[in-house]
């Protein structure tokens, strides 16, 4: 098992973005100790992008996020596994948030936070906080806790490596951070750190029809977990272990 940091970013055909995303990291206070890039399928450069900024570079055949992320997860070798999207812009502090917050709470399992759409000012605070704020509610609401957002958290890997067979992977329709905060479960510690943030592509608003699609895709993902464990047995399974942790 190794130690520090290990960041994943599933890729396809983002090398202009990709650039942009490893730089940002690069230019982290504290770096971290890998980046893998997961090729889900590139037919331009974005693996010679990631070969010169040193990232170890895996190919998941599969097509779709659910497996190219869950590839990247296996690969990992840091105790804290990150995770970000190759249109995401970070900030110096990223990594040194991460960290701290795992050091601080040996019980936390995964952390998120929230994102910026790159445009112009006050269109870019408006629509990021509607767009997250609507994700984090609803999807909240149906999990029975904080759901992760795939282009900003991060997870331990003994964590990942209790769950990783329950992942759904083969199902490109799926929301991968939905699925894998699903997976997780109510009993697990996920936090919100509003102050974590990242800089995110417009493209899921770009139009109706994105907007439409990750919508879809989120409901069907609950929709397809929800036959295991529905959400009132998941808030009852929450405020069970709630009680008992404040009785102890």
Not at 99 to 115: D, H, I, M, S, V
Not at 229 to 241: C, D, S
Request: glycine share 6%; aromatic share 8%; net charge positive.
């Amino acid at each position: 098992m190794g130690s520090g940091v290990s960041v994943v970013i599933p890729c396809l055909n983002d090398a202009g973005p990709l650039e942009v995303c490893l730089r940002s990291l690069a230019g982290q206070l504290d770096p971290p100790d890998e980046v893998i890039v997961v090729d889900n399928g590139c037919t331009d450069n974005s693996t010679e992008v990631a070969a010169r900024f040193g990232a170890r570079v895996i190919k998941e055949p599969t097509p779709g996020i659910p497996a190219a992320a869950s590839a990247g997860y296996d690969a990992a070798t840091g105790d804290i596994i990150a995770r970000c999207d190759a249109d995401s812009v970070l900030p110096q502090d990223w990594l040194r948030r991460i960290t701290a917050a795992f050091a601080r709470e040996p019980e936390l399992a995964a952390l998120t936070g929230n994102g910026t759409f790159a445009l112009p000012r006050p269109a870019a605070v408006v629509l990021s906080f509607l767009y997250l704020r609507s994700y984090y509610l609803a999807t909240g609401a149906a999990l029975g806790h904080w759901p992760l957002f795939g282009s900003n958290m991060a997870l331990r890997r003994s964590c990942w490596l209790e769950i990783r067979d329950q992942i759904h992977r083969q199902d490109p329709e799926l929301h991968d951070d939905l699925c894998l905060s699903f997976h997780l479960g109510p009993l697990r510690r996920i936090r919100f750190d509003r102050r974590l943030t990242t800089g995110m592509s417009p493209r899921a608003i770009a139009s109706a029809a994105s907007l439409r699609l990750r919508f879809r895709r989120a409901l069907y993902t609950l929709s397809v977990h929800w036959a295991d464990q529905a959400p009132a047995q998941r808030w009852q399974a929450r405020l069970a272990a709630t009680r008992r942790r404040r009785s102890a």
